[in-house]
């Protein structure tokens, strides 16, 4: 029984470093704030290198810091990134080619959002929830929440008004790299 422990435990210890490191790489770690709590994000530039850069600098800048989420479906995805509020708008950055994977969309992966065109990816992101998976190989995959779910499952949807305005949504708070994190 003492044998079959120890071995267990010379697994764990030979496995947890290595998901630790992983997590733990503050250059590719996004801490977003919003009312609710933090939600840390695992950047992958591994899948999406070009769209890891454009979120990195754009989060560098403060470009998140105070924007809404424009788009939340219930059971599906929240989303943000658009400085307008509409679901129309972009930073000044160019657009990004798409990096499409065979990567499964899952509950707490992070998402470019996108026009028709599939090279139109800018600024605008998305966390699922639930039912994602039909978005694989159709969207960009450049993160995944590593913790944090709960205070994203508490997003809300703010009220559509006439002029594509969101009125009273949760917003992002601040949004930071964890290597810049004060």
Request: positive net charge.
């Amino acid at each position: 029984m003492k044998l079959l422990l120890a071995a267990g435990a010379l697994v764990l210890a030979g496995l947890v470093p290595a998901a630790a490191q992983q997590a733990a790489d503050p250059q590719n770690t996004v801490f977003l704030d919003t009312k609710d709590g933090r939600v840390t994000i695992r950047l992958r530039p591994d899948l999406a290198p070009k769209h890891v850069e454009q979120i990195k600098a754009l989060t560098k800048r403060g470009f998140y810091d105070g924007v809404v989420f424009h788009r939340v479906i219930d059971g599906f995805m929240a989303q943000t990134g658009d400085p307008t509020g509409t679901g129309t708008g972009k930073s000044d950055l160019p657009n990004i080619p798409a990096e499409f994977t065979k990567t499964q969309f899952k509950r707490g992966s992070v998402g470019m959002a996108r026009s028709q065109s599939p090279d139109s990816a800018n600024s605008q992101f998305f966390i699922c929830y639930e039912g994602c998976g039909p978005l694989t190989g159709q969207y960009t995959l450049f993160g995944e929440v590593v913790s944090g779910m709960d205070v994203v499952d508490k997003i809300k949807k703010g009220n559509q008004a006439a002029n594509g305005m969101v009125s009273n949504p949760d917003k992002i708070v601040k949004m930071q790299l964890a290597a810049d994190a004060k």
